[in-house]
């Protein structure tokens, strides 16, 4: 299917099942309330895309481009994104029922998950710097080989989180829900220096 097949595939349908879109560049694709279901995405660059009440069921992208989309009152439901760039999205946004997404190889900078129910997400080897959490919970959310500078943890409830590989970040227990959470040596040690316990 050649590039320009995909883009009039793409706006001309509203419902899409098991279906394949492999590569080309659409900046600001217009899929506002289309739906998406056992479908895959690769290499496809959809930057600053118009996501706003689009439903994605079961859904897979890999390498591809979704920095800046709009994703108002999308549904994400057991979405996997694999080595692609997301970076600038305002989850918050997105529909609260079923919110299930899973992040690998990804590029989540200066994205806002702010107040987002997050269980179990898992969120592995990716590049997280300025994300906000604030108000998420993330109980047994993973964050294995994730890099999370200057990512912001404020009211985050982080029961049984996995943080033990994870980098860069720093985690004060005073405004964070902390119970069985999982911290690098570094990272333990500096939490226990924030409390003022000397090891």
């Given at each position: 299917?050649?590039?320009?097949?995909?883009?009039?595939?793409?706006?001309?349908?509203?419902?899409?099942?098991d279906?394949?879109?492999?590569?080309?560049?659409?900046?600001?694709?217009?899929?506002?309330?289309?739906?998406?279901?056992?479908?895959?995405?690769?290499?496809?660059?959809?930057?600053?895309?118009?996501?706003?009440?689009?439903?994605?069921?079961?859904?897979?992208?890999?390498?591809?481009?979704?920095?800046?989309?709009?994703?108002?009152?999308?549904?994400?439901?057991?979405?996997?994104?694999?080595?692609?760039?997301?970076?600038?999205?305002?989850?918050?946004v997105?529909?609260?029922?079923?919110?299930?997404?899973?992040?690998?190889?990804?590029?989540?900078?200066?994205?806002?998950?702010?107040g987002?129910?997050?269980?179990?997400?898992?969120l592995?080897?990716?590049?997280?710097?300025?994300v906000?959490?604030?108000?998420?919970?993330?109980?047994?959310?993973?964050?294995?080989?994730?890099?999370?500078?200057?990512?912001?943890?404020?009211r985050?409830?982080?029961?049984?989180?996995?943080?033990?590989?994870?980098?860069h970040?720093?985690i004060?227990?005073?405004?964070?829900?902390?119970?069985?959470?999982?911290?690098?040596?570094?990272?333990g040690?500096?939490?226990?220096r924030?409390?003022?316990?000397?090891?």
């Amino acid at each position: 299917m050649t590039q320009t097949d995909v883009a009039s595939r793409l706006r001309s349908a509203e419902d899409f099942e098991d279906e394949l879109f492999e590569g080309g560049s659409y900046p600001a694709l217009d899929l506002r309330n289309k739906r998406f279901a056992q479908c895959r995405f690769e290499a496809v660059s959809m930057d600053k895309a118009q996501l706003q009440s689009v439903v994605f069921d079961e859904c897979t992208f890999v390498r591809c481009d979704l920095s800046m989309a709009l994703v108002g009152d999308c549904s994400f439901r057991d979405v996997r994104f694999e080595h692609t760039k997301l970076m600038g999205i305002d989850w918050t946004v997105a529909r609260d029922l079923l919110f299930d997404v899973s992040f690998e190889g990804c590029v989540l900078s200066y994205g806002v998950f702010a107040g987002r129910k997050m269980r179990k997400t898992e969120l592995v080897d990716c590049v997280a710097h300025e994300v906000d959490f604030s108000g998420s919970d993330l109980t047994e959310a993973s964050f294995a080989g994730t890099d999370l500078r200057d990512a912001v943890f404020n009211r985050t409830k982080l029961v049984k989180t996995d943080l033990s590989s994870a980098l860069h970040y720093r985690i004060d227990p005073s405004i964070n829900q902390l119970s069985k959470t999982r911290f690098s040596m570094e990272a333990g040690l500096e939490t226990l220096r924030s409390m003022g316990i000397l090891v």
